[in-house]
């Protein structure tokens, strides 16, 4: 599957982003979803995970309440809906694919098998 990220931008503390990642080349409702970022000089870290049907989501610590994973199976298409941003939301974000979460846990990077190229979010003070 390809994964196209978009969505990212320029946005003041407080404010609000919706990146979109839209799949292509395979059937989409196969996948379980994440979203990743990288901010310069740490490592990727896991901000949010959907499941197949969109039944279960879930999130890391640092975003819980503030933002939301969805996904569109018609559309081929997931979602993180980001409010009340803050400067150490600011990292390149990516979405990821995976078919099953075996062995790996979601918050794993590893566990993920296809990756989107990056959309990169700076949230100002």
């Known amino acids: 599957v390809q994964l196209q990220a978009s969505g990212g931008g320029l946005v003041q503390a407080g404010g609000s982003l919706r990146l979109s990642c839209a799949a292509s080349g395979r059937t989409f409702s196969n996948y379980f979803m994440g979203w990743f970022r990288q901010a310069p000089g740490k490592e990727r870290e896991f901000v949010a995970a959907i499941t197949w049907s969109g039944e279960n989501t879930y999130y890391a610590d640092s975003v819980k309440g503030r933002f939301t994973i969805s996904r569109d199976n018609a559309k081929n298409t997931v979602y993180l809906q980001m409010n009340s941003l803050k400067p150490e939301d600011t990292a390149v974000y990516y979405c990821?694919?995976?078919?099953?979460?075996?062995?790996?846990?979601?918050?794993?990077?590893?566990?993920?098998?296809?990756w989107g190229q990056g959309t990169q979010v700076t949230v100002s003070s």
């Open positions: 990821a694919a995976r078919l099953n979460i075996r062995y790996r846990r979601i918050s794993d990077s590893d566990g993920y098998d296809y």
